[in-house]
T-cell receptor
Framework: EAAVTQSPRSKVAVTGGKVTLSCHQT?????MYWYRQDTGHGLRLIHY???????EKGDIPDGYKASRPSQENFSLILELASLSQTAVYFC???????????FGAGTRLSVL | GDSVTQTEGLVTVTEGLPVKLNCTYQ???????FFWYVQYLNEAPQVLLR???DNKRTEHQGFHATLHKSSSSFHLQKSSAQLSDSALYYC???????????????WGLGTSLVVNP
């Protein structure tokens, strides 16, 4: 079973503050993803990466930056956190092709 | 564009009765695979089923699904629902246009399954 570890598991942030969510995978997967989940919206793709040192914009990238400094690590950065970014964030990884996506446990972010 | 449609946002069923969650798709990808993911309350999504073979039944944990390219569907079924099946279910498509292309993932919006005693 693939291992994807997210930190922190929960966080309370202040509006306008900077938030960094971290993700680490130990399965040599090339593809990594950041999703946001809100009730009624399913999983929405924020940023993704096919290879280290390169990131791509997903469907809802506004207000978020991503960083992939190595194959194992993928971070999501909120430079100026806003109330609307309160949500659960999932990191996920998979090898290429049509292979299964494996999720981390999620980070519950509350912006006050 | 490519899309996955789950028509029901909520399905309610009585324990012991059959259940079917619908998933249809539109895609231009030439090579595709389909997934059903299940997400229990306060947990992460996890894969339940995967299939890339047309007209082949795939089974896991009592659930089954068959990819039908002729009708663009990958419905999830179970003959006897259990209370523990209550969860959020996502259908997802993975595909690419040509070998060497980076594959994409397309998600449905999810169907919440509630199994009542």
């Amino acid at each position: 079973e693939a291992a994807v570890t997210q930190s922190p598991r929960s966080k309370v942030a202040v509006t306008g503050g900077k938030v960094t969510l971290s993700c680490h995978q130990t399965n040599n997967h090339d593809y990594m993803y950041w999703y946001r989940q809100d009730t009624g919206h399913g999983l929405r793709l924020i940023h993704y990466s096919y290879v280290a040192d390169s990131t791509e914009k997903g469907d809802i990238p506004d207000g978020y930056k991503a960083s992939r400094p190595s194959q194992e690590n993928f971070s999501l950065i909120l430079e100026l956190a806003s109330l609307s970014q309160t949500a659960v964030y999932f990191c996920a990884s998979r090898s290429g092709g049509l292979n299964t996506l494996y999720f981390g446990a999620g980070t519950r972010l509350s912006v006050l | 564009g490519d899309s996955v449609t789950q028509t029901e946002g909520l399905v309610t069923v009585t324990e012991g009765l059959p259940v079917k969650l619908n998933c249809t798709y539109q895609t231009t990808y030439l090579t595709i695979a389909f997934f059903w993911y299940v997400q229990y309350l306060n947990e992460a999504p996890q894969v339940l089923l995967r299939s890339s073979t047309d007209n082949k039944r795939t089974e896991h944990q009592g659930f089954h699904a068959t990819l039908h390219k002729s009708s663009s569907s990958f419905h999830l079924q179970k003959s006897s629902a259990q209370l523990s099946d209550s969860a959020l279910y996502y259908c997802a498509l993975s595909g690419f246009h040509y070998v060497g292309d980076n594959s994409k993932l397309i998600w449905g919006l999810g169907t919440s399954l509630v199994v009542n005693p």
